[in-house]
């Protein structure tokens, strides 16, 4: 028998994205999933952003919705896939975290709060393999030893990997990290050097490249005041970056007019 999971899968009567019934297989509205994430270290800690669209299928379902989630004060867990699940996973996190620091009056070593994550995901594979329950996410925090930003990213199965300078997830993702990997080899300043300023105009730009070329990836709209989330987390814990900030920085370094 060939070692293709997929195909093993296959084989034994599950299909990916359908339910089947007495053998007959059900095609459903498609589930809603979130799309493109990115996170990066910069020079006074780590970053982490999201476009707001959600999307079933071909359909916009919402372009609000918020994929960067405050897990406690001093992490936060960024979704593409499904929202359901990533939502209901970022309550089960931050009330664990909180029950374990009023318990036992100390927080969780950030091992354990990663590892916590991975076995939610892997208690999610009966739902991600059957479509409807996806959800790859970046958890991304200050390790409170050493005081230096750390950022996890995971596959669907809950396997996880640390990362060294910077993650990308989701529909739109291949692209903005081929130009993350461009920056770092070849501008003489790598992201992890950048101030705060230039590092949220580098994620908004990445964003708006990934919603030219990803039609599940929403861009800015200034009109309906549609900005993506954008939070960083340093020694003083995480702080989303406030929307006046964003659309000032929007439309001096990234709206800029052809010439």
Do not use: C
């Not at 009567?13 to 095609?27: A, C, K, Q, V």
């Not at 993650?167 to 050097?193: C, D, E, F, M």
């Not at 929307?243 to 010439?259: C, G, N």
């Amino acid at each position: 028998m060939s070692g293709d999971f997929l195909n093993l899968l296959k084989k034994s009567d599950y299909t990916l994205g359908e339910t089947r019934l007495s053998g007959n297989p059900i095609h459903n509205i498609p589930p809603t999933s979130a799309t493109t994430i990115l996170s990066f270290k910069y020079r006074d800690g780590v970053l982490v952003a999201g476009d707001r669209r959600a999307t079933a299928g071909m359909t916009v379902m919402h372009d609000r919705a918020d994929k960067v989630i405050d897990i406690d004060r001093h992490s936060v867990m960024a979704i593409a896939g499904s929202p359901a699940t990533a939502f209901e996973m970022a309550r089960v996190l931050a009330h664990s975290f909180k029950y374990y620091r009023r318990s036992q009056l100390q927080d969780l070593s950030l091992e354990g709060k990663v590892r916590a994550l991975s076995r939610l995901l892997k208690e999610n594979i009966p739902m991600a393999l059957q479509g409807v329950g996806a959800v790859v996410p970046i958890y991304a925090a200050i390790d409170p030893k050493t005081k230096e930003g750390r950022i996890y990213f995971y596959d669907m199965l809950g396997a996880e990997f640390e990362v060294v300078d910077f993650a990308t997830t989701g529909s739109g993702s291949p692209g903005i990290r081929g130009v993350l990997h461009y920056h770092n080899r070849w501008n003489t300043q790598t992201v992890s050097k950048l101030p705060e300023e230039d590092a949220v105009v580098l994620a908004m730009r990445l964003l708006e490249t990934a919603a030219e070329f990803d039609v599940a990836t929403g861009g800015v709209k200034e009109k309906a005041q549609v900005f993506p989330i954008i939070k960083t987390i340093d020694g003083e814990g995480v702080r989303e970056i406030p929307f006046d900030r964003l659309t000032a920085l929007y439309s001096e370094k990234v709206d800029i007019p052809h010439v």
